[in-house]
Protein backbone atom coordinates (compact mmCIF):
# COMPACT_ATOMS: atom_id res chain seq x y z
CA UNK A 1 0.00 0.00 0.00
CA UNK A 2 1.70 3.31 -1.22
CA UNK A 3 1.58 6.64 0.53
CA UNK A 4 -0.37 8.24 -2.62
CA UNK A 5 -3.27 5.48 -2.34
CA UNK A 6 -3.51 5.90 1.58
CA UNK A 7 -3.77 9.99 0.88
CA UNK A 8 -6.37 9.33 -1.79
CA UNK A 9 -8.71 7.49 0.94
CA UNK A 10 -7.73 10.60 3.58
CA UNK A 11 -9.31 13.29 4.63
CA UNK A 12 -8.09 16.48 6.31
CA UNK A 13 -9.95 18.26 9.52
CA UNK A 14 -9.48 21.68 10.28
CA UNK A 15 -10.60 23.79 13.33
CA UNK A 16 -10.43 21.05 15.59
CA UNK A 17 -10.85 21.79 19.50
CA UNK A 18 -7.51 20.91 21.22
CA UNK A 19 -8.95 18.93 23.62
CA UNK A 20 -10.35 16.15 21.12
CA UNK A 21 -9.35 12.95 21.04
CA UNK A 22 -9.07 10.60 18.28
CA UNK A 23 -11.82 8.73 19.71
CA UNK A 24 -14.35 11.28 19.75
CA UNK A 25 -13.04 12.20 16.27
CA UNK A 26 -13.69 8.50 14.84
CA UNK A 27 -17.12 8.77 16.39
CA UNK A 28 -18.02 11.78 14.74
CA UNK A 29 -17.27 10.16 10.90
CA UNK A 30 -19.05 6.74 12.56
CA UNK A 31 -21.09 7.21 9.29
CA UNK A 32 -18.22 6.84 6.51
CA UNK A 33 -18.03 3.23 7.23
CA UNK A 34 -14.89 2.11 8.88
CA UNK A 35 -12.60 4.63 10.07
CA UNK A 36 -8.63 2.98 9.40
CA UNK A 37 -6.91 5.88 11.19
CA UNK A 38 -7.47 9.15 13.09
CA UNK A 39 -4.02 11.16 13.50
CA UNK A 40 -4.56 14.41 15.33
CA UNK A 41 -0.78 16.87 14.91
CA UNK A 42 0.78 18.24 17.32
CA UNK A 43 3.29 20.80 18.40
CA UNK A 44 7.05 19.06 18.62
CA UNK A 45 8.01 21.64 20.99
CA UNK A 46 5.23 21.87 22.94
CA UNK A 47 3.32 18.89 22.77
CA UNK A 48 0.32 20.77 22.26
CA UNK A 49 -2.49 19.45 19.48
CA UNK A 50 -2.24 22.26 16.24
CA UNK A 51 -6.00 21.82 15.68
CA UNK A 52 -6.02 19.90 12.52
CA UNK A 53 -6.04 16.39 12.13
CA UNK A 54 -6.47 13.85 9.04
CA UNK A 55 -9.10 10.61 8.92
CA UNK A 56 -8.00 7.29 6.65
CA UNK A 57 -10.84 4.97 5.61
CA UNK A 58 -10.92 2.03 4.40
CA UNK A 59 -12.07 2.97 1.08
CA UNK A 60 -11.96 6.21 -1.40
CA UNK A 61 -15.87 6.19 -1.66
CA UNK A 62 -16.05 6.99 2.15
CA UNK A 63 -14.11 10.10 1.45
CA UNK A 64 -16.78 11.46 -0.73
CA UNK A 65 -19.55 10.59 2.11
CA UNK A 66 -17.44 12.46 4.76
CA UNK A 67 -17.37 15.89 3.06
CA UNK A 68 -21.00 16.20 3.84
CA UNK A 69 -19.90 16.85 7.26
CA UNK A 70 -18.11 19.90 5.98
CA UNK A 71 -18.90 22.86 8.25
CA UNK A 72 -20.35 20.80 11.34
CA UNK A 73 -20.16 21.31 14.69
CA UNK A 74 -17.56 19.03 16.15
CA UNK A 75 -16.95 20.07 19.99
CA UNK A 76 -19.01 23.13 19.41
CA UNK A 77 -16.87 24.38 16.80
CA UNK A 78 -17.25 24.39 12.95
CA UNK A 79 -15.07 21.86 11.49
CA UNK A 80 -13.72 22.08 7.88
CA UNK A 81 -13.35 18.76 6.01
CA UNK A 82 -11.32 18.49 2.82
CA UNK A 83 -10.34 15.81 0.93
CA UNK A 84 -6.08 15.35 1.75
CA UNK A 85 -3.60 16.72 -0.84
CA UNK A 86 -0.54 14.57 -1.42
CA UNK A 87 2.75 16.28 -1.16
CA UNK A 88 4.49 15.77 -4.61
CA UNK A 89 8.28 16.19 -4.26
CA UNK A 90 10.37 18.86 -5.72
CA UNK A 91 7.56 21.17 -4.66
CA UNK A 92 8.64 22.93 -1.50
CA UNK A 93 6.19 25.39 0.51
CA UNK A 94 8.89 27.71 1.80
CA UNK A 95 9.55 28.44 -1.66
CA UNK A 96 7.96 31.92 -2.54
CA UNK A 97 8.79 31.75 -6.24
CA UNK A 98 11.86 33.96 -6.41
CA UNK A 99 14.17 33.26 -9.06
CA UNK A 100 17.72 31.02 -7.83
CA UNK A 101 20.31 29.32 -10.00
CA UNK A 102 19.56 25.53 -9.08
CA UNK A 103 16.10 25.95 -10.69
CA UNK A 104 17.74 27.57 -13.68
CA UNK A 105 16.52 30.74 -13.69
CA UNK A 106 18.87 33.75 -14.86
CA UNK A 107 19.77 35.74 -11.53
CA UNK A 108 21.58 38.88 -11.84
CA UNK A 109 24.08 41.14 -10.03
CA UNK A 110 22.01 44.20 -9.09
CA UNK A 111 25.27 45.36 -7.26
CA UNK A 112 27.59 44.43 -10.72
CA UNK A 113 24.59 46.73 -13.10
CA UNK A 114 24.71 49.85 -10.82
CA UNK A 115 28.92 49.73 -10.46
CA UNK A 116 28.98 50.59 -14.27
CA UNK A 117 26.90 53.87 -13.73
CA UNK A 118 27.43 54.64 -10.31
CA UNK A 119 30.95 54.24 -9.38
CA UNK A 120 31.76 53.18 -5.68
CA UNK A 121 28.60 53.14 -5.23
CA UNK A 122 27.14 49.74 -3.66
CA UNK A 123 23.76 49.72 -2.90
CA UNK A 124 24.17 45.94 -0.34
CA UNK A 125 27.20 45.33 1.26
CA UNK A 126 28.71 42.39 0.98
CA UNK A 127 29.17 40.01 3.68
CA UNK A 128 28.15 39.95 7.27
CA UNK A 129 27.16 43.46 8.75
CA UNK A 130 27.21 43.26 12.35
CA UNK A 131 23.83 45.74 13.63
CA UNK A 132 24.64 45.21 17.55
CA UNK A 133 24.89 47.66 20.31
CA UNK A 134 28.26 49.01 19.15
CA UNK A 135 26.59 50.59 16.11
CA UNK A 136 25.71 53.41 18.28
CA UNK A 137 28.32 53.82 20.44
CA UNK A 138 31.14 56.30 19.11
CA UNK A 139 34.72 54.94 18.64
CA UNK A 140 36.17 57.69 20.76
CA UNK A 141 35.68 58.00 25.07
CA UNK A 142 38.02 59.63 26.86
CA UNK A 143 36.72 57.66 29.96
Known sequence: MSKMEADARSIYVGNVDYGATAEELEAHFHGCDSVNRVTILCDKFSGHPKG???????????????????????????IKVIPKRTNRPGINTTDRGFPRARYGAQTTN??????????????????????????????????
Not at 54 to 72: A, C
Not at 110 to 128: A, E, H, I, T, V
Request: cysteine-free; hydrophobic content about 25%.
Open 52 to 78: FAYTEFSDKESVRTSLVSDESLFRGRQ
Open 110 to 143: YNSYLSRFYSGFNSRPQGRVYRGRARATSWYSPY
